[in-house]
């Protein structure tokens, strides 16, 4: 069973905005290396398959989210979600930082790359424990006929997060010709990263402390072993958090951030076209984004979830043929649409995934639930659709990993309980 707030106490709008707006940073940073995914691999790596190992690193970062999200899971669920959310930022900071100052592989050969895929790894067990506890204070400091809203404004401003990504990265693939973009002007996107983590950092020694923590803390009843609690009391809920964001990361991770990769390899645009169109479709997301977080209010998470596997399931072996189509706004439709989907399903997978487990084991449940679909579908699946394209021959084939995967969840989300107040 899920278990209520004690009392019905909220954060004042001062700590709600600081948490929301370090999602910009966190998905800023992380999504910056999928955008400057083909730059990288010129800079970073050697051979003919220089963009799928660029894209291998992106997965193998994933995989340490939920490693990440354990660790500072089992802190947060133990000491309090703010001091979690300061230590995971310092340490992306720090990343991102170090990433701009690399040596290239024509400096010091292969071993740049390696340097390059480690510092990812360190970013990706930062970001395992950010997202998470960013949306578990949310949830727990938003008022409770609100909570679809507020916990949506950790995917709104991630939104943010990436259409600076993608507007950066345009701007300085655009303005830059190839060989100053490939000598020195790949740093300015993560050293414009870096300083930007560093002020969300300081910020964030403001924030008060979740109200629904400080109550579990007060009365004695959080878990000292928080992982092996959510293991052996809320198994349901993990699988429940897992299927759905399955979903909400295939559609994040195919249908947005790995676009622009698509085009570029398919010939179909430049690569400064590319993310031109990308910045517009991140755009449209973050209008639709609270839209939706207030239906789920209004209707509930499971209707607005199940409509969405639907649409998830129908029209995305569509939309990838206008992609990848000659008419450039044929594509745009395409991805503007591609973009919504997946935004209005992690605005609603925020809330309806944190809502599965109780306050004193929210962190430890959404890393073994959230965080790992996170990894696999998210991390894993554009280096998987960047074979299946390249191998098939099939420009449809990420269109079909979506649908295939929407159909896969859908029953679990049909059953879904109402988590909405």
């Given at each position: 069973?899920?278990?209520r707030p004690?009392?019905p106490?909220?954060?004042?709008?001062r700590?709600l905005?600081?948490?929301?707006l370090?999602?910009?940073?966190?998905w800023?940073?992380?999504?910056?290396y999928l955008y400057?995914?083909?730059?990288?691999?010129?800079?970073?790596?050697?051979?003919e398959d220089a963009v799928?190992?660029?894209?291998l690193g992106?997965?193998?970062?994933?995989?340490?989210r939920?490693?990440?999200?354990?660790?500072?899971g089992?802190?947060?669920?133990r000491?309090?979600?703010?001091?979690?959310?300061?230590?995971?930022?310092?340490?992306?900071?720090?990343a991102?930082?170090v990433?701009?100052?690399?040596p290239t592989?024509?400096q010091?050969?292969?071993?740049?790359?390696?340097?390059?895929?480690?510092?990812?790894c360190?970013m990706?067990f930062?970001?395992?424990?950010?997202?998470?506890?960013?949306?578990?204070?949310l949830?727990?400091g938003?008022?409770?006929?609100?909570?679809g809203l507020v916990?949506?404004?950790?995917?709104a401003?991630?939104?943010?997060?990436g259409?600076?990504?993608?507007?950066?990265?345009?701007?300085?693939?655009?303005?830059l010709?190839?060989?100053?973009l490939?000598?020195?002007?790949?740093r300015?996107?993560f050293?414009f990263g870096a300083?930007?983590?560093g002020?969300?950092?300081?910020a964030?020694?403001?924030?008060?402390?979740?109200?629904?923590f400080?109550?579990?803390?007060?009365?004695?009843t959080?878990?000292k072993?928080?992982?092996?609690?959510?293991?052996?009391r809320?198994?349901a809920?993990?699988a429940?958090?897992?299927?759905?964001s399955?979903?909400?990361?295939?559609?994040?991770?195919?249908g947005?951030?790995?676009?622009?990769?698509?085009l570029?390899?398919?010939?179909s645009l430049?690569?400064?076209e590319a993310l031109?169109?990308?910045?517009?479709?991140a755009?449209a997301?973050?209008?639709v984004?609270?839209?939706?977080?207030?239906?789920?209010?209004?209707?509930?998470?499971?209707?607005?979830?199940v409509?969405l596997?639907?649409?998830?399931?129908?029209?995305?072996?569509?939309?990838?043929?206008?992609?990848?189509?000659?008419s450039?706004?044929?594509?745009?439709?395409?991805?503007?649409?591609?973009?919504?989907?997946a935004?209005?399903?992690?605005?609603?997978?925020?809330?309806?995934?944190?809502?599965?487990?109780?306050?004193?084991?929210?962190?430890?449940?959404?890393?073994?639930?959230?965080?790992?679909?996170?990894?696999?579908f998210?991390?894993?699946?554009p280096?998987?659709?960047?074979?299946?394209?390249?191998?098939?021959?099939?420009?449809?084939?990420?269109?079909?990993?979506?649908?295939l995967?929407?159909l896969g969840?859908?029953?679990?989300l049909?059953?879904?309980?109402?988590?909405?107040?």
């Amino acid at each position: 069973m899920i278990s209520r707030p004690l009392a019905p106490r909220s954060l004042d709008r001062r700590s709600l905005a600081l948490a929301a707006l370090s999602t910009v940073v966190e998905w800023y940073d992380f999504t910056l290396y999928l955008y400057l995914a083909t730059v990288l691999s010129r800079v970073f790596f050697l051979g003919e398959d220089a963009v799928l190992t660029a894209l291998l690193g992106f997965a193998m970062a994933y995989l340490m989210r939920p490693v990440g999200a354990m660790v500072f899971g089992h802190f947060g669920d133990r000491h309090g979600r703010r001091a979690t959310l300061l230590a995971s930022m310092a340490l992306m900071t720090a990343a991102m930082l170090v990433t701009a100052l690399l040596p290239t592989a024509a400096q010091i050969g292969p071993m740049a790359g390696v340097l390059l895929l480690a510092l990812r790894c360190v970013m990706g067990f930062a970001v395992g424990g950010e997202y998470t506890g960013v949306v578990a204070y949310l949830l727990e400091g938003a008022p409770r006929h609100r909570r679809g809203l507020v916990t949506s404004l950790a995917a709104a401003t991630s939104e943010i997060g990436g259409l600076l990504a993608a507007g950066v990265s345009a701007l300085t693939v655009s303005l830059l010709p190839t060989p100053a973009l490939d000598g020195w002007g790949w740093r300015i996107p993560f050293l414009f990263g870096a300083a930007l983590a560093g002020v969300i950092l300081l910020a964030r020694a403001a924030m008060a402390e979740s109200p629904e923590f400080e109550e579990r803390r007060e009365a004695g009843t959080l878990e000292k072993r928080p992982l092996g609690h959510a293991l052996s009391r809320h198994r349901a809920g993990i699988a429940r958090g897992f299927a759905i964001s399955a979903l909400g990361s295939i559609t994040y991770y195919v249908g947005i951030t790995y676009v622009p990769v698509y085009l570029t390899s398919a010939g179909s645009l430049t690569e400064a076209e590319a993310l031109q169109l990308a910045t517009i479709a991140a755009a449209a997301v973050i209008v639709v984004t609270p839209f939706v977080g207030l239906a789920s209010d209004r209707f509930g998470r499971r209707p607005v979830l199940v409509a969405l596997a639907i649409l998830c399931a129908a029209l995305p072996f569509t939309l990838f043929s206008l992609l990848a189509g000659a008419s450039a706004g044929a594509a745009l439709t395409g991805a503007v649409v591609l973009a919504m989907l997946a935004g209005g399903v992690s605005a609603v997978g925020a809330v309806a995934t944190a809502e599965q487990m109780p306050a004193e084991g929210r962190l430890s449940g959404l890393a073994l639930g959230a965080t790992t679909a996170t990894a696999l579908f998210g991390g894993l699946t554009p280096w998987l659709a960047q074979v299946l394209t390249e191998r098939t021959a099939a420009p449809t084939a990420p269109g079909v990993m979506i649908a295939l995967v929407a159909l896969g969840v859908l029953p679990v989300l049909w059953r879904l309980p109402e988590t909405r107040p």
